[in-house]
């Protein structure tokens, strides 16, 4: 063998095992790059807690709002589907809402400011024509609705969250998680269910003075649950002394479509042992808004009081 064929073939040699090195250093920093992408991608994405927690946030900024709403709501056999146009001030709490539906409350306004009166104000904006006062929590308002004028918006939601699993950190893990994305009202949102395992249906004895409405409230349930458990008519009915049957828990599984830019529930869905209980929707939202001064008042012109 010649002395040039010699270096030749160690050359070649060289190459090929120089060749063989670049591939595994490519190899190991391409590894390493989507190794360090991966970590990026997933440090974006958020946890079900930080999704919550900027819900809490972002509800909590919104102070005033006006948005279209769609309720869809159980009683007993029946379903019920609500529609409104609300403006909404929540401290100091302040609404307005009229309906399109159902059919034969299309045009009625309601008013309501606690501050000045604690009735809400109804325009019937149809025959009799008489501009009346109720109490928020009148049979007449609560017959077709599970919750009072005093309830818009999401505070209530939230605080019934927050009682339920906010808190503790065990219960928050087990029951909530994040499923995805749903595209609502042509937002991209997040889909957050949470479960209650231990849901069930309890025995209680009514203290002195109690309502069903106030029993609700206190424990943060569902009033026209109550209701149906109990085959009860009048939401204010006192159940002092009277063992009745109460559920564990506002619901046994709740569904949260969450806005993924503004974080915010644009749908709420409530199932119980028999299904969807309530669902509720809003559209066309916007968030702190200028009011005039008479937007809460009965004096304000586009109103029919």
Known sequence: MSKNTSIGSYMAI???????MKLIIYYFIFHIFCSFDSVILE???LTAR?????????????????????????????????QAYVKLQCKPYKVYMKLSLPV????????????LNKKAIIHP???????VSLDPNHELLRKKSHHSVGEAGFDYIISVLKNNIGKDENLFDKSVKLDGTEMFDAKICYKMIVTSDDYKILNYTGLAGE????IAKKKYLPEHKIMELNNYKDINETIA????????HYAKEAILYIDK???LPLVNINKDEYGVFQKYEIYDININPSFANDEFSEDCNSYGF
């Open 14 to 20: 060289f190459n090929s095992k120089f060749v063989i």
């Open 43 to 45: 440090k974006n994405e």
């Open 50 to 82: 930080q999704v919550f927690d900027k819900m809490v946030i972002a509800t909590d900024a919104a102070q005033k709002m006006t948005y279209r709403f769609k309720a869809l709501e159980r009683f007993g056999s029946r379903q019920q589907i609500t």
């Open 104 to 115: 034969e409350d299309n045009g009625v306004e309601l008013l309501y400011v606690p501050s």
């Open 125 to 131: 904006n149809g025959f009799p024509f008489i501009t």
């Open 211 to 214: 309502t069903i409405l106030s």
């Open 241 to 248: 002394g009277r063992k009745i049957k109460i559920p564990s």
């Open 261 to 263: 830019n503004t974080f």
